[in-house]
């Protein structure tokens, strides 16, 4: 569903439009980062597709730590039933030269959460941000691979890394849309929210082990984010989404395509505010 992101994007991209500042969760976090690095959406786009065709070449089942975890053995357990670390490595590679969040080209924020200390992670280029009386552990120049892998890494699917006594898993464990993060990066910008993150409802019958673990983590931030009752955007884009699974390879470009219709459809708004506000700042 994260592909939807892409089409929002691009879509701006083509109207010569470019955020003042990005904030990001899990796949949005990864396309957040692209974006900051300046790296151009036909490029993403075009990588995402090779990935939906073949994606057995980059998410490797954790079969060394998985044997760990089960035997319990001298060996490092597992985190997570697959690794993203040959996803996160090809998604770099279109911004070769890039190495640390130090190098993002625009104030960005993707979101993460530690398991061991139980708090909230922002990976930014920005120090002084901080949201929510600086509950969170904001955490800069580090390493792209590790800010990328760590918003990622769904509970229980993908390979939670380590980090200096971190263990650092989906930013959607705490928010799944990144709001406050937005507006602090830019408390002037109109704020565009893309909302990728509600399930609809599906058949019973069609639930997996993967849809058990996502849609239980979607039902827990969706709560959570009512109970926070946090800022609300200046616009909410909610590309249609329906009848996707979680791995949706199958429908990578329907979902491209969802957001660029959605964001189509949102333009006239955002250019009426483009011409009081000038450029949006992206959640």
């Known amino acids: 569903m994260g592909a939807a992101h892409l089409g929002v994007l691009h879509f701006l991209q083509t109207r010569g439009v470019r955020a003042s500042a990005i904030a990001g969760t899990s796949a949005g976090g990864l396309i957040a980062s692209l974006y900051a690095l300046d790296v151009p959406m036909p490029s993403i786009i075009t990588l995402g597709s090779k990935v939906s065709r073949h994606p057995a070449d980059y998410f490797h089942l954790n079969v060394s730590g998985l044997f760990h975890e089960i035997w319990r053995s001298t060996g490092r357990p597992a985190t997570g039933l697959l690794t993203s670390a040959h996803f996160v490595n090809a ?10 969040t130090a190098q993002w080209l625009l104030p960005t924020v993707l979101t993460s959460v530690d398991l061991i200390k139980m708090v909230p992670v922002a990976f930014t280029n920005v120090p002084q941000a901080t949201v929510g009386s600086g509950r969170w552990h904001v955490m800069v120049q580090q390493p792209l691979s590790l800010a990328m892998q760590a918003t990622m890494a769904l509970p229980g699917l993908f390979a939670a890394p380590r980090h200096q006594n971190q263990v650092l898993v989906d930013g959607g464990t705490a928010d799944t849309l990144p709001i406050d993060w937005a507006e602090a990066l830019d408390p002037s910008a109109f704020v565009v929210a893309v909302d ?4 609809v409802p599906v058949q019973a019958n069609s639930v997996g082990l993967v849809d058990v673990m996502s849609r239980a983590e979607a039902f827990a931030t969706d709560a959570l984010s009512r109970l926070r009752a946090g800022p609300t955007p200046h616009l909410t884009i909610r590309p249609d989404t329906a009848n996707t699974p979680f791995f949706g390879f199958a429908d990578y470009m329907r979902l491209v395509r969802s957001g660029w219709v959605a964001m189509e459809k949102a333009w006239p708004t955002i250019e009426r505010h483009l011409a009081a ?3 949006p700042v992206s959640g």
């Not at 998604?91 to 640390?100: C, D, E, F, M, V």
Request: proline share 18%; no cysteine; glycine share 6%.
């Open 91 to 100: 998604l770099l590679r279109l911004s070769p030269q890039a190495k640390t």
């Open 196 to 199: 990728v993150a509600t399930p």
């Open 277 to 279: 506000t000038g450029p």
